[in-house]
């Protein structure tokens, strides 16, 4: 619980929080100890906590900017933890900047990016890692990524983190007061079988943690598809039956697509860059020359390439993106099929066959996309994670996988899952040294 003396140290923020542009409905949202005194400037008196009031928002002069829905929300049950108040009028950008301007007379400042949600953070609304969320869940491409950043957000990312940091303590529990009485006879043959129990489960638990986090990462970061070859094998129209709409031209002539083309779409959900590229050959024309630099650059970034081969004439150009190991995401791709039908059998095995213009193994195509970037599981179980929640739980993995090679070694042993357990708190913000003395206490009378 944060006392309110902390609350009333900070300055009183207000910022639009609407988007950009005009609309049928703009929100200036304010938070801080300054509320009451920033509303009855602008309304006249402070409304009643959380009814929805319809009021006339005035300037300093008492001049009228704009009639709307004046929300308050007292502290500590608001948003931030802090006094809330979100002015809710018509979403013309020179009425919401004249709104907001009023508020910042009154007293408030204009609100740093994310400060609303921190301050929620910093006030125990929410962790770390769903403040985080907050901002997926408002940049989703998908209903699938915003399902999973929503999971995150609703707190059951953080639970299962806090699940493990529960389990880590209790066996550091159990390990540090095993070091204070070592001359209990049999002690170290039942820690040790006991320990390594409990170690496992909270491995296994961990490893589960991992690969949903690793499948919503995908979610949040989306796949990049680069689509390569040589000219007039068809990339274009590959891409416009991916889309599921005209977005690239069309044409007979080699060398049309100068430059990088990208669109944004899903499959099972997943978002999908799918960049069209000029196609790769030898040329002295300096504007396709440009082009194809671009489409080597734009290689050197995808997390898949799709080496589109004309099936009628099939000349393969590339052997993996530049710099990459040979074939590393690398997918070839026959395209033009319902021209040779009945010749599946002639082309590798391990190759995809399709046709932009019938849509035959565009499905198949989808698939292997999906796969070749390690979608394995059902959307409805992933965490939208991010790298430093990556990079958190892969330190947690280590520091486990060095504690189960140091049975016996009960002080070094101790120290690693004090570090994996320091690492997880990482993901949601916690501090565990203070929480493992707690626990510690609470469940041993040592010394008594």
């Not at 959380?50 to 308050?72: E, M, P, Q, V």
């Not at 709104?99 to 007293?107: E, K, Q, R």
């Not at 006030?123 to 998908?142: F, N, P, R, Y």
């Not at 995809?352 to 059902?378: F, H």
């Amino acid at each position: 619980m944060v006392s309110a003396d902390r609350i009333t140290r900070r300055d009183t923020i207000a910022a639009i929080a609407s988007p950009p542009g005009r609309g049928g409905i703009g929100v200036v949202r304010v938070s801080g100890p300054g509320v009451p005194g920033i509303a009855c400037a602008v309304l006249g008196r402070l409304p009643s906590p959380r009814h929805a009031t319809f009021r006339s928002f005035r300037d300093k002069s008492g001049a009228l900017i704009d009639r709307g829905i004046a929300l308050y929300f007292p502290a500590p049950a608001s948003y931030t933890g802090e006094e809330v108040l979100e002015l809710q009028g018509h979403g013309g950008p020179s009425v919401l900047s004249e709104l907001l301007g009023v508020c910042i007379d009154a007293g408030a400042r204009l609100a740093d990016p994310g400060e609303f949600t921190k301050r929620a953070f910093l006030e125990g609304k929410l962790d770390l890692a769903q403040a985080e969320a907050v901002a997926d869940l408002i940049a989703a491409d998908t209903r699938v990524a915003a399902q999973g950043a929503m999971r995150s957000l609703t707190g059951e990312f953080s639970q299962a983190i806090q699940g493990m940091v529960r389990q880590l303590t209790e066996l550091r529990t159990l390990t540090e007061a095993m070091l204070d009485f070592p001359e209990e006879e049999g002690v170290d043959a039942v820690h040790e079988h006991d320990a390594n129990e409990r170690l496992s489960r909270v491995v296994r638990a961990l490893d589960g943690v991992v690969a949903r986090s690793r499948q919503g990462s995908l979610l949040r970061s989306g796949i990049q598809v680069v689509l390569a070859g040589r000219p007039n094998v068809g990339k274009s129209s590959l891409l416009n039956r991916l889309a599921g709409e005209e977005r690239a031209i069309v044409t007979p002539i080699p060398g049309t697509t100068r430059d990088a083309l990208r669109e944004l779409i899903q499959i099972e959900g997943v978002p999908v860059t799918v960049v069209d590229t000029a196609g790769l050959r030898e040329s002295e024309d300096e504007i396709e020359k440009i082009g194809m630099a671009r489409t080597r650059q734009a290689m050197t970034h995808a997390d898949i390439v799709l080496e589109v081969v004309d099936a009628v004439a099939p000349v393969r150009g590339l052997s993996g993106p530049p710099g990459s190991d040979p074939d590393s995401g690398l997918l070839v791709v026959y395209n033009k099929t319902d021209l040779v039908p009945g010749r599946r059998s002639q082309f590798p095995a391990d190759s995809l066959w399709v046709s932009a213009k019938t849509g035959e193994g565009i499905a198949d195509l989808r698939k292997a996309i999906l796969s070749s970037a390690g979608w394995r599981i059902s959307p409805e179980t992933v965490f939208v994670a991010r790298e430093r929640h990556l990079r958190a739980l892969a330190r947690a993995a280590a520091h486990l996988d060095a504690a189960s090679l140091l049975m016996k070694q009960w002080e070094f042993f101790a120290e690693e899952l004090r570090l994996a357990q320091r690492a997880l708190c990482e993901i949601t913000g916690e501090v565990s040294a203070d929480d493992l003395l707690g626990e510690i206490f609470s469940r041993f009378c040592i010394g008594k």
